[in-house]
């Protein structure tokens, strides 16, 4: 029989009392780990701290804060417009060969062809490695002079070339070296839809004659698209926040060719001690990225099946 409500607020409310010592840690934690900073972050955007002296000092607002003035100082600056550039130049190339890779893995992944098995060990290797380990190996791979890479297209007489040292092919070096280690995370993702298609589509087309290809864009993809759209918006996260590879494999160069978001946060606050421009730069890349994904949310509505 149904448990009746008592006087005192009934089963909802008892319900609620049992569960809060186990809430307790998880709450404080999302509170000391994650609120908190955010708030303190924000409040440090609004002051000129240099990191160093002590934050909870008597008299730290009065004598550090300077209102939004690192904001103006960030958005009517050439830096801010050029490092935007720069990210948008690596989600460009980045996130349609990242996608292709990651069909490509799935569709062998999925498959029963020969060689598969072994493809299934080695696929994920990338994603495991750190990204220290990674790109000092793509470092040196890419070295214009006793790289493998310009060694490889030498054997085809092509002269490769300079890759992190240029400005041109900078920017596309840390693209190769992202893929390569991304694909296989999102290739599991769109492995997990692709098998997940009823195979009686694909039988139906079939009897109707459809090729291979035309299976793929007309069963495949819309079918796939949930999971499309969940990697594009993970994959466009983490392009916004671009930093190891770009640290360790060219330092925000040549000339400033290789700067994003994440790099001049950190350099600023760490570097240059200027952490309340640094939080400020933060809070910034923050508003983007919730743009950037609030559109993406209205979009998926014209794109996405989730009609199985």
Not at 98 to 103: D, F, I, K, P, V
Request: charged share 10%; aromatic share 14%; net charge positive.
């Amino acid at each position: 029989m149904p448990q009746k409500a008592n006087r005192r607020g009934g089963p909802k409310k008892d319900g609620l009392l049992t569960a809060a010592p186990f809430l307790l840690p998880s709450l404080l934690g999302l509170l000391v780990f994650s609120l908190l900073p955010l708030l303190v972050s924000a409040l440090i955007s609004f002051t000129d701290w240099n990191g160093l002296d002590q934050l909870l000092a008597p008299g730290f607002l009065q004598e550090h804060f300077i209102g939004l003035e690192n904001y103006k100082n960030i958005l009517s600056g050439a830096e801010l417009w050029k490092v935007l550039g720069n990210t948008g130049a690596y989600i460009i190339m980045y996130i349609p060969l990242m996608l292709a890779a990651s069909l490509l893995e799935a569709y062998l992944l999925s498959s029963t062809r020969r060689g598969v098995s072994a493809f299934r060990v080695v696929y994920y290797l990338p994603v495991l490695t750190s990204w220290v380990a990674a790109s000092l190996i793509w470092t040196s791979v890419l070295s214009p002079q006793y790289g493998a890479m310009n060694n490889l297209l030498a054997l085809f007489g092509i002269q490769g070339p300079g890759w992190l040292l240029d400005e041109k092919w900078a920017m596309a070096a840390i693209v190769l070296v992202s893929v390569w280690k991304d694909a296989g995370f999102f290739g599991l993702i769109l492995l997990s839809g692709m098998v997940g298609i009823n195979k009686s589509y694909y039988e139906a087309a079939s009897l109707d004659g459809a090729g291979a290809w035309k299976k793929f864009w007309r069963i495949t993809v819309p079918l796939m698209s949930p999971a499309i759209f969940y990697v594009l918006i993970v994959a466009l996260i983490n392009a916004f926040q671009l930093f190891p590879q770009v640290m360790i494999m060219t330092d925000g160069g040549p000339n400033g060719a290789t700067q994003v978001m994440v790099e001049r946060i950190y350099r600023y606050g760490f570097r240059y001690f200027r952490m309340g421009y640094a939080a400020a730069f933060s809070w910034i890349l923050f508003v983007i990225i919730m743009a950037c994904t609030a559109i993406q949310m209205k979009a998926q509505k014209r794109w996405v099946n989730y009609d199985a």
